[in-house]
Each structure stands twice: as structure tokens, then as C-alpha cells.
């Protein structure tokens, strides 16, 4: 600091000296410029090498850290793919392992890829927006139908089905399902639902002795006072299925097919001088322990699609529009209200949960249906939270056109 300070005073003093000056002043550079390691070497100051490998080490990690986040992008959309590929794997494959488990997530994939999508734009990785651009594209045509309705209600139909005073012999009603959790949903709760939403036929899953006896007790027969509950069994998945109507059932019986699971309760019911027959199902979850009793159950329903009459079954089928053992069920005869409604996905599975014990969860798979012949149309689809039970009920407005 000492040398430091002579040669800046040595300069200052011969500044005024033009001539000289300039000399001195390149002096001055010079015996600062031979003097700065000894400078740096009496003090703690970092040497100017060590700064350059800092500042390279800096700019690595930098461009490192720029590359894992690039690299994280393309990991999200390398995932995203696979999704999209295992949705398009053919109903004999699809219920392998935990194949129906990631593509039951496919409607919320297009959070994230449109996420990366803007991102890759703003950072110029052109290849990866254009591979987010046509993955969106895909999944926009895959859920067209919850975009954009197939079907309309007519203006009568939703008229019908407001009236106070059911009508049972129009072509018009309100019909619902509800998973009843093991027979634990709030009996008091369906039986006003049913009431306000002018509910005609009722599907319930999930069924147990003393859930029957609670409807009864809570006045569902004064209202539907015609029903059909399947036997108990050793198939049964959680409990029975069962059906209520407020227009008398024909052609009734408790196990419409065999099946692995709980029994489809089924029967006729006059709309108009057209016979719909109703079912009330429930396959097993693809759970990795259940999965292929999962197949079989939806493929065991598919077979409906050789039966004679116009059906409309409803129910916890434990699968969405994506599945393909799902898509397979409806073949080219059978309809999805939803995927054919165009008012967004209506998602009623988990209800009434909270993450650890605290915070509420969304419902967020669509896995509670109603299918149905062409012929009929379904929509004004709504889901409701229904107390004690870990599904919201579906609930729509059918109409018979042919």
C-alpha cells in the first residue's frame, strides 16, 4: 500500500507538467502494473487469476444450471409422452400394471405441457415448443367432446324436468348416481337431492342392509317407490348396486350379466312409449392387486353391446374417457354423456376428503358415468357433493329422441 501511495503522489506532483507529465504518468502505470502481485500478496485480496477461474466457475454453473432446468423440461414432456402413449395402447393391454393408474391422470397433462410450452417460446428451444404445440393439439382432439357438445338438450326437455309434479309418462327425466361409500353416504341427504333435482330414476353403488332401511326411513319411497336391489354376493365390491324409479319397473332382474364384481341390477322402464332398460354398475378399480379383474368387469359390460333394447347404465365404472378398457365398453353403440355433453369434465372421485385431515381435496377423475344408446341424449350434467360418501353424484337430464 506504501509503493501505492509514492506513486500516486509522484504523479500527482509531476502532473502539472504537461510533457513530463505524460512521461511519468506512463511510469506510474508501469510500476503499478510491476508492483500489484507484491500489492495483492501483502493483503487478503484475491489474486486476478483467481478471479478469472471464479468467474468461469461461476459462468459453468451458471450454463449448468440453465441445462438441468432444459433438461427438467424435456423430462416433463418425455413423461408427458409416455402418458400419451400408454392412452393409446389397445383394452387387451391397457390394464397392465400401473398403465391405468397414469393414464387415469391424461385430462390434467395439458397443465404441464402447456406450461413447458410457453417456456420453451420464451427461451428459444424451438423443437421443444413445437413437440409441446402438437401434444396439446392431440389432447384438445382426444377431449373435443368436453369442449364442444355432440348433443343438445331441447328446450322442452329442460322444461319437463323442472316441473314440480313428476311426469312419468313424457320422454323427459332427471336421473342420478351416486357411489354410497360402503353404504356410509347421508341417507337423509340423497333422499333431498332427489326431491330438489326432481331425480326420476336413481342408480346407487356401494349399497349396504342399512343404507336401504335408512332411505326407507328417510322417505325415498314416496318419491321412487318402485326399486331393484341386487343380492348380496361374494363379488361384491364394497356392497350392491341398486335402482330406484318413480314410474313402475318390467322386465326386472338382479344380475343382468355374469361378472366378476357386483351384480348389474337391471330394468325396464317406460319413457313415452319407449322402453330404456337401466343398469346400475360397478366394476373394480384398477387397483395393481384388482386390475385384471378390472378388465374383465369392463369388458364383461362391453357384451351389452350385442343386447337387444336401448340401455342406459349408470354407475362407478372406475375408469374415465381415456381408458381404452373404457372405450372398448362403448365400442360404436354406446354413448358417454359427458364426453358427448361439451360442458368440461365432470369429476366425482374423491369426495369429502382432506389431505391430512386439513385441507380440502378437489375432486379430480371423472369415473362416475352414465352410458347410453344412441337414441337417447343426456346432458345438464352436474356433480354434487353428497355427505359421507367419497364420490359426488352425477346427475343429468335425459331425453328420448328415437
Avoid at 377431449?143 to 355432440?150: D, L, M, Y
Avoid at 342420478?176 to 340423497?190: F, P, R, S, Y
Avoid at 353403488?205 to 343404507?211: A, D, I, K, R
Amino acid at each position: 500500500m506504501g509503493c501505492h501511495r509514492r506513486v500516486k503522489r509522484n504523479c500527482m506532483t509531476n502532473d502539472t507538467n504537461h510533457d513530463t507529465g505524460n512521461g511519468i504518468r506512463n511510469d506510474c502505470a508501469n510500476r503499478a502494473q510491476h508492483d500489484m502481485p507484491a500489492t495483492y500478496a501483502s493483503s487478503d485480496a484475491i489474486p486476478p487469476d483467481m478471479h478469472n477461474t471464479r468467474g468461469v466457475q461461476g459462468m459453468v454453473g451458471r450454463l449448468a444450471e440453465s441445462h438441468r432446468f432444459i433438461i427438467m423440461l424435456r423430462t416433463i414432456m418425455a413423461i408427458t409422452l409416455i402418458a400419451m402413449v400408454l392412452r393409446m395402447i389397445p383394452g387387451g393391454f391397457g390394464g397392465r400394471k400401473y398403465v391405468p393408474i397414469v393414464v387415469a391422470l391424461m385430462p390434467w397433462f395439458i397443465i404441464p405441457t402447456a406450461a413447458v410450452a410457453i417456456i420453451a417460446f420464451a427461451i428459444r428451444q424451438r423443437a421443444l415448443a413445437v413437440i409441446c404445440v402438437v401434444c396439446i393439439m392431440v389432447q384438445v382432439c382426444w377431449h373435443w367432446g368436453f369442449i364442444v357438445p355432440t348433443d343438445r338438450l331441447s328446450v322442452r326437455a329442460r322444461l319437463a324436468v323442472t316441473q314440480s309434479e313428476l311426469d312419468t309418462t313424457d320422454r323427459y327425466a332427471r336421473i342420478m348416481t351416486l357411489n354410497a361409500k360402503e353404504g356410509a353416504a347421508d341417507a337423509d341427504h340423497i333422499v333431498r337431492m332427489v326431491r330438489d333435482e326432481h331425480v326420476e330414476v336413481l342408480a346407487l353403488q356401494e349399497v349396504s342392509h342399512g343404507l336401504v332401511q335408512r332411505l326407507r326411513d328417510a322417505g325415498l319411497e314416496a318419491t321412487l317407490p318402485y326399486s331393484n336391489v341386487a343380492k348380496w354376493s361374494a363379488h361384491d365390491n364394497g356392497g350392491v348396486n341398486a335402482l330406484w324409479s318413480a314410474a313402475p319397473m318390467s322386465d326386472t332382474t338382479g344380475d343382468l350379466i355374469p361378472i366378476e364384481s357386483s351384480s348389474i341390477p337391471a330394468s325396464s322402464i317406460d319413457f313415452g312409449g319407449v322402453a330404456v332398460r337401466f343398469g346400475s354398475v360397478h366394476p373394480f378399480s384398477p387397483r395393481p392387486s384388482n386390475q385384471g379383474l378390472w378388465s374383465k368387469g369392463l369388458s364383461a359390460i362391453g357384451q351389452l353391446q350385442g343386447s337387444k333394447g336401448k340401455y342406459v347404465l349408470m354407475g362407478d365404472f372406475n375408469a374415465i374417457w381415456d381408458h381404452a378398457s373404457f372405450r372398448y365398453l362403448l365400442g360404436a353403440r354406446f354413448l358417454d354423456s359427458g364426453e358427448r355433453a361439451g360442458s368440461g369434465f365432470h369429476m366425482t372421485y374423491p369426495s369429502n376428503v382432506k389431505l391430512l385431515g386439513v385441507i380440502p381435496m378437489p375432486a379430480c377423475s371423472e369415473i362416475d358415468h352414465i352410458v347410453h344408446d344412441r337414441g337417447v341424449i343426456v346432458g345438464d350434467l352436474e356433480a354434487r357433493a353428497v355427505a359421507g360418501s367419497d364420490h359426488k353424484a352425477l346427475l343429468g337430464t335425459m331425453e328420448i329422441t328415437g
